[in-house]
Nanobody, 117 residues
């Protein structure tokens, strides 16, 4: 069974930085595709960034050059370094783990990020 726990959210000023972490349990972390998604009030949940087991990444256009996704397979932890934050980055951020061979998806409980102008 996979369990994901996010941390690191909070309040930041525009132009500031935050780092999110997602600690995973289970034995499939190293092979999983990991991602960060976000959902603002009244909007759908959208992909922010994703990283494969081999380290390949892709980002939403809105965060390219500002956010960096990374993973530590030994610690079973996913990170999202967020720089140059903007008020429009305000959302609940969710960690996702996808197992490509079964397409099973697991979600964390989410962590709130609020950016003030």
């Amino acid at each position: 069974q996979v369990h994901l726990v996010e941390s690191g959210g909070g309040l930041a000023q525009a132009g500031g930085s935050l780092t999110l972490s997602c600690a995973a349990s289970g034995s499939s972390f190293s092979f999983a595709v990991m991602g960060w998604y976000r959902q603002a009030p009244g909007k759908q949940r959208d992909l922010v960034a994703r990283i494969g087991g081999s380290g390949g990444t892709n980002y939403a256009d809105s965060v390219k050059g500002r956010f960096t996704i990374s993973r530590d397979n030994a610690k079973k932890t996913l990170y999202l370094q967020m720089n140059s934050l903007k008020p429009e980055d305000t959302a609940v951020y969710y960690c996702n783990l996808n197992l490509p061979w079964s397409n099973a998806n697991y979600w964390g409980q989410g962590t709130q990020v609020t950016v003030s102008s």
